[in-house]
């Protein structure tokens, strides 16, 4: 068990990283480890001692792409974390936990009604939590939403940590969709971080058929070990090409031509266009990637398929120990897909995720 510290350490967010129109310079992005006094938990309040946090594509988005964070820098990135309870409510101390990404106000309409994952007055630890995030040694949470984790077995705390976001996210998705068993499912980018959970749960929650679709070969064979019936590589290809291929698979396997249930999660203009044209009769789409870009649509086409289109957000704090369970029964994999590394190589594992989204997702473990 951990114990209570004098000061916490962090990697914060000095500042994102600039793009001036004018000169098209952009100025790099700059993080800094500092230490931070330890702040007087308030009642309801618990103080986290951090096993691991998951760089997340949201994190880069704030970090390289000029993505707003609420809380304005300098401030502590990270939003997908687990670890310990060492100081705070009695109840809790002692405790490992997963911190959900979303953590909702509890009071407001949207709370009331259900859709708490959208509310607006809620926390994000990196985002909207003060300057705290989990690119830290600790951090002071709300204790009302914590996950508690109990009989993980062999799989280390940290791993859990991808529960707080990349394992969570899919299964709101999921409910979004009323996935039932039996559905016909499509992934659109089932390789990526989101996305090969989004296999796996849908596959776990009951999916007749999911087809997975990516660009990148290597994750498209490890789909089909872990929840896609089919895969279709799409790299080079347009919208139209991929929905050929869709359409083919489907005869050549006797898979129904309608009721499709569409998850795009790669938030790419080329993957929304490859799920807007997939969108068929009966079908429904679930936007799960988010992007700026803009898409012409002939929304005329909802009518005439009978067709949704909805959007989903985080995943409400109630349903975390469901998921958790999936994962401890091995219903869900995560140690194929993470990897650790030390927190003082955040610069490097920033830039690297950057890069190329890694083939296993990256939990930064707190050395500083
Ligand atoms: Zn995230
Ligand atoms: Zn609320």
Same mark, same amino acid.
């Given at each position: 068990?951990?114990? %209570? +510290?004098?000061?916490?350490?962090?990697?914060?967010? %000095?500042?994102?990283?600039?793009?001036? $129109?004018?000169?098209?310079?952009?100025?790099?992005?700059?993080?800094?480890?500092?230490?931070?006094?330890?702040?007087?938990?308030?009642?309801? #309040?618990?103080?986290?001692?951090?096993?691991?946090?998951?760089?997340?594509?949201?994190?880069?988005?704030?970090?390289?792409?000029?993505?707003?964070?609420?809380? =304005? +820098?300098?401030?502590?990135?990270?939003?997908?974390?687990?670890? !310990?309870?060492?100081?705070?409510?009695?109840?809790?101390?002692? *405790?490992?936990?997963?911190?959900?990404?979303?953590?909702?106000?509890? $009071?407001?309409?949207?709370?009331?009604?259900?859709? &708490?994952?959208?509310?607006? @007055? /809620? *926390?994000?630890?990196?985002?909207?939590? &003060?300057?705290?995030?989990?690119?830290?040694?600790?951090?002071?949470?709300?204790?009302?939403?914590?996950?508690?984790?109990?009989?993980?077995?062999?799989?280390?705390?940290?791993?859990?940590?991808?529960?707080?976001?990349?394992?969570?996210?899919?299964?709101?998705?999921?409910?979004?969709?009323?996935?039932?068993?039996?559905?016909?499912?499509?992934?659109?980018?089932?390789?990526?971080?989101?996305? /090969?959970?989004?296999?796996?749960?849908?596959?776990?929650?009951?999916?007749?058929?999911? %087809?997975?679709?990516?660009?990148?070969?290597?994750?498209?064979?490890?789909?089909?070990?872990?929840?896609? @019936?089919? %895969?279709?590589?799409? =790299?080079? $290809? @347009?919208?139209?090409?991929?929905?050929?291929?869709?359409?083919?698979?489907?005869?050549?396997?006797?898979?129904?031509?309608?009721?499709?249930?569409?998850?795009?999660?790669?938030?790419? =203009?080329?993957? /929304?266009?490859?799920?807007? !044209?997939?969108?068929?009769?009966?079908?429904?789409?679930?936007?799960?990637?988010?992007?700026?870009? *803009?898409?012409?649509?002939?929304?005329?086409?909802?009518?005439?398929? @009978?067709?949704?289109?909805?959007? !989903?957000?985080?995943?409400?704090?109630?349903?975390?120990?469901?998921?958790?369970?999936?994962?401890? #029964?091995?219903?869900?994999?995560?140690?194929?897909?993470?990897?650790?590394?030390?927190?003082?190589?955040?610069?490097?594992?920033?830039?690297?995720?950057?890069?190329?989204?890694?083939?296993?997702?990256?939990?930064?473990?707190?050395?500083?």
């Amino acid at each position: 068990m951990g114990t %209570v +510290p004098d000061k916490i350490w962090t990697w914060r967010m %000095v500042q994102p990283t600039t793009f001036n $129109k004018e000169t098209k310079e952009s100025t790099p992005g700059k993080l800094e480890k500092e230490q931070i006094p330890v702040p007087e938990l308030q009642p309801g #309040e618990v103080l986290v001692e951090i096993a691991g946090c998951g760089v997340c594509h949201t994190d880069l988005g704030y970090f390289y792409d000029g993505v707003p964070t609420v809380s =304005k +820098p300098p401030l502590a990135l990270g939003h997908e974390i687990s670890g !310990t309870v060492v100081a705070g409510d009695s109840a809790w101390v002692g *405790k490992e936990v997963i911190v959900p990404a979303v953590m909702p106000c509890r $009071k407001c309409i949207l709370c009331k009604t259900g859709r &708490g994952n959208r509310c607006l @007055d /809620q *926390k994000m630890p990196g985002n909207s939590l &003060g300057v705290y995030g989990g690119f830290s040694s600790h951090i002071p949470v709300p204790c009302i939403d914590l996950c508690e984790v109990k009989g993980r077995g062999n799989i280390p705390l940290a791993h859990l940590a991808v529960v707080a976001d990349a394992a969570t996210t899919p299964f709101q998705a999921a409910k979004r969709a009323s996935l039932q068993p039996g559905d016909n499912v499509i992934i659109v980018g089932i390789g990526g971080g989101v996305g /090969q959970y989004m296999g796996q749960i849908a596959k776990a929650l009951g999916a007749a058929t999911v %087809v997975g679709i990516e660009v990148d070969e290597e994750k498209l064979k490890r789909a089909l070990q872990f929840g896609a @019936d089919y %895969v279709i590589n799409a =790299k080079g $290809k @347009d919208a139209g090409a991929v929905s050929k291929e869709f359409r083919g698979l489907c005869k050549e396997k006797g898979l129904p031509a309608t009721g499709w249930k569409i998850f795009e999660i790669t938030g790419a =203009k080329g993957g /929304q266009e490859v799920a807007l !044209t997939l969108l068929s009769f009966t079908g429904k789409l679930i936007v799960v990637g988010f992007s700026m870009a *803009k898409i012409e649509y002939a929304i005329g086409r909802l009518m005439a398929f @009978d067709a949704e289109i909805i959007g !989903t957000w985080g995943c409400l704090p109630e349903h975390y120990p469901v998921v958790l369970d999936m994962v401890l #029964e091995g219903r869900i994999n995560i140690e194929e897909f993470v990897q650790t590394r030390p927190m003082s190589s955040i610069a490097e594992a920033f830039a690297e995720a950057h890069k190329a989204p890694p083939l296993k997702r990256i939990v930064l473990t707190p050395d500083f």
